[in-house]
């Protein structure tokens, strides 16, 4: 919206067709969405013209509320730590000053939370997947999550799963084993070991449990 006049007349304000949660300000030729909040906070209403500096704060206030509805939307599809949704938000071209405040007020009501992201994903990756502490880190690392973040939601997750590597790597390592097990003894502990190392698992580990998965016929003396 340009603010080049000294005054815009509000022609029409209305609900947001698909967002019960925003309204429509309307002067004519130009169309602004913001909060119904923000509509009485300013006192906008039919009729009445807003000055230079109103305009701006309204246009400011109306980045804001489209990186939010932006950032909900990439939320919705799957939680995301704040460096990477502040990532995703500067890559689709939204200006900085409304990607900081959006991404404080999505803080603020509970959106966004590291935290609790990277607890999130330290489970999921920890129990449905089976992978290690280290591939674990670096991908929340790799999201944005703050290394000290990042392994507090390591630790908590094996104390609250009561879990620890080692259990870890022996359970995804015999189902592995499982699925391995009409190849030829050789291939059998070549793609187990490639298939632990991908997790993460430290190299002792792997070895140790390569060698037990593998029968006692099978060991080269």
């Known amino acids: 919206m340009s603010s080049r006049n000294s005054q815009?007349?509000?022609?029409?304000?209305?609900p947001?067709?698909?967002?019960?949660?925003?309204?429509?300000?309307?002067f004519g030729d130009d169309m602004v969405v913001i909060t119904p909040e923000?509509?009485?906070?300013?006192?906008?209403?039919?009729?009445?013209?807003?000055?230079?500096?109103?305009?701006?704060?309204?246009e400011t206030e109306s980045l804001v509320v489209q990186a939010m509805d932006r950032a909900i939307v990439l939320l919705s599809h799957r939680a995301r730590a704040t460096v990477?949704?502040?990532?995703?938000?500067?890559?689709?071209?939204?200006?900085?000053?409304?990607i900081d405040e959006a991404l404080e007020r999505l803080t603020r009501l509970g959106y966004l939370d590291d935290a609790s992201f990277a607890r999130q994903l330290a489970r999921g990756r920890m129990l449905a997947s089976?992978?290690?502490?280290?591939?674990?880190?670096?991908?929340?690392?790799?999201?944005?999550v703050d290394r000290d973040?990042?392994?507090?939601?390591?630790?908590?997750?094996?104390a609250t799963e009561d879990v620890d590597e080692r259990s870890i790597i022996e359970r995804v390592a015999a189902k592995k084993a499982k699925s391995l097990a009409r190849?030829?003894?050789?291939t059998r502990r070549r793609r187990l070991y490639a298939f632990l190392a991908r997790r993460g698992f430290a190299i002792d580990d792997i070895n140790r449990v390569v060698s037990r998965q593998m029968d006692p016929g099978d060991e080269t003396p």
Not at 133 to 141: A, H, T, V
């Open 38 to 58: 923000y509509l009485v906070r300013a006192g906008i209403r039919v009729g009445r013209e807003l000055a230079d500096a109103e305009l701006v704060e309204l």
């Open 84 to 98: 990477e949704l502040r990532r995703r938000l500067t890559k689709l071209e939204y200006p900085t000053f409304a």
């Open 183 to 186: 190849l030829d003894p050789q």
């Open 130 to 144: 089976g992978q290690s502490r280290f591939r674990i880190r670096s991908e929340l690392l790799r999201k944005g």
């Open 8 to 14: 815009r007349r509000v022609s029409a304000v209305r």
């Open 16 to 26: 947001h067709k698909r967002n019960p949660d925003r309204v429509e300000v309307d």
């Open 149 to 158: 973040t990042a392994e507090e939601a390591i630790d908590e997750t094996l």
